[in-house]
């Protein structure tokens, strides 16, 4: 299984950067890192993708570790709208993301 | 906007009917769809990849003739739950790749069905 871990739930201020960690130890070569978002009664949205560089978008920042087992998601500035579940995957199964349990994010007014 | 459109968003219905849902891309050709379920306070889980023109790959444990799913055009996806009972409510999830390669671009995915089988 293309298995990734990430902390159950963060908290964060409103208009303060948010860090969102994902480990990713069993990570190929050729695998994607993906994060999407999942607000409330809604189908996940995507945030960012990226492979080995840094990637950056007008949602968010992907940082990704020199080895490839971990990376981060970076909200740069946090509104309410942002509190969602965030999930992190990477694709190893042909095209198809299995997601895993994510981290639900507060944003604290 | 949206690019995938699911239909009906909430469904009601009684034990032992069936239900379709329906998946479809908006502005491009999507030959593979992903078909997901979601129980409350519970991430998604992969049920099947629907492919256009050939039968459906159902993930480990899920029942084919359960959840009958049709891709008769490169637009449009359909589930079927079937004789459905109190167990098979849930939060249903269409998804698509807009582009070809598993790794090129993003997964757009539906606003979700949402099934209540009284």
Redesign the interface.
Known sequence: DAKTTQPNSMESNEEEPVHLPCNHSTISGTDYIHWYRQLPSQGPEYVIHGLTSNVNNRMASLAIAEDRKSSTLILHRATLRDAAVYYCIHDNQGGKLIFGQGTELSVKP | GAV?S?HPSRVICKSGTSVKIECRSLDFQAT?M?W?RQFPKQ????MA?SNEGSKATYEQGVEKDKFLINHASLTLSTLTVTSAHPEDSS?Y?C?A?RGQ???TG???????S?LTVL
Not at chain 2, 43 to 46: A, C, D, F, K, V
Not at chain 2, 106 to 112: A, P, S
Request: proline content about 0%; cysteine-free; charged content about 20%.
């Open positions: 995938v699911q593979t992903f997901y991430s998604l889980m992969l990849t939060f999830i998804s790749r390669g598993r790794n993003e997964l757009f995915f539906g606003e979700g949402r």
